[in-house]
């Protein structure tokens, strides 16, 4: 299992840009699938991005799909999202989670490994 802590987020206007990186701890990262969910206050966590160990597969929520873009650095032990265009309705908690299984990642049942959380507030 890795560990992982979430930074990058803060206060943006709308249209403005942010990019939340996600550092691994623990062997095995580039075995790993990622993901990105968000929590905004009063709502379920969702799904917004995920990719592959290799980078080669991603897949993202219909909400964000040509405004963020997940890519990873495995020599680093990182995974970022790039959020561009954001929106009021962008602002949430972001977490980020790991999980051997893509699938897994994607449906957010994975191993239990997941940051704390970064706060993205989108002001209009």
């Known amino acids: 299992q890795v560990q992982l802590v979430e930074s990058g987020g803060g206060l943006v206007q709308a249209g403005g840009s942010l990019r939340l990186s996600c550092a691994a701890s623990?062997?095995?990262?580039?075995?790993?699938?990622m993901g990105w969910f968000r929590q905004a206050l009063g709502k379920e966590r969702e799904f917004v991005a995920a990719?592959?160990?290799?980078?080669?597969?991603?897949l993202y929520a219909d909400s964000v799909k040509g405004r963020f873009t997940i890519s990873r650095d495995n020599g680093k032990n990182t995974v970022y999202l790039q959020m561009n265009s954001l929106k009021p309705e962008d602002t949430a908690v972001y977490y980020c989670?790991?999980?051997?299984?893509?699938?897994?990642?994607?449906?957010?049942?994975?191993?239990?490994?997941w940051g704390q959380g970064t706060q993205v507030t989108v002001s209009s």
């Open positions: 990719i592959g160990w290799n980078g080669g597969s991603t």
């Open positions: 623990g062997r095995g990262f580039s075995n790993y699938a």
């Open positions: 989670t790991a999980d051997p299984s893509l699938s897994r990642v994607i449906k957010g049942t994975g191993s239990g490994s």
